[in-house]
């Protein structure tokens, strides 16, 4: 499986790519620090899951997993985020989200629960 991960401060961003290379089960196929970017070069990450920020400057990270759910609608979103009520409410029921900073046991967690998703998805 490959990811992305999208977040415009880097420490978090740095964060998200360490936690990804211990788990060892996804592949890196992208770092954005601008959601526009990674929404430019789409076609060519081939992603199954994308971790995204909500909360960045220009284009908030709802919006660009709105706008990257209409490029492919097989993606996995999970938003990240600092714990924030307003913000967390505005998150759809049913989406996966992890609180900033990421406990790399919930990271796994949800890796674990979107491998399983993604494998009953996949025809046989």
């Not at 360490?18 to 996804?26: A, S, T, V, W």
């Not at 920020?53 to 990240?80: C, F, S, T």
């Not at 924030?84 to 796994?108: C, W």
Request: glycine fraction near 4%; charge should be negative.
């Amino acid at each position: 499986m490959k990811a992305i991960v999208i977040d415009d401060e880097n420490p978090a961003l740095m964060q998200m790519q360490r936690l990804i290379h211990r788990d060892g089960r996804l592949e890196i196929a992208g770092a954005y620090t601008q959601a526009q970017d990674a929404l430019d070069q789409w076609a060519s990450c081939e992603a199954d899951i994308v971790f995204l920020d909500i909360e960045m400057p220009g284009m908030n990270g709802l919006e660009a997993g709105k706008r990257l759910q209409q490029l492919d609608p097989d993606v996995h979103i999970v938003y990240v985020t600092a714990y924030n009520d307003h913000i967390l409410a505005s998150v759809h029921e049913g989406d996966v989200y992890l609180l900033k900073p990421v406990d790399p046991q919930r990271f796994q967690q949800t890796v674990t629960v979107l491998q399983r998703r993604i494998a009953h998805k996949k025809p046989n």
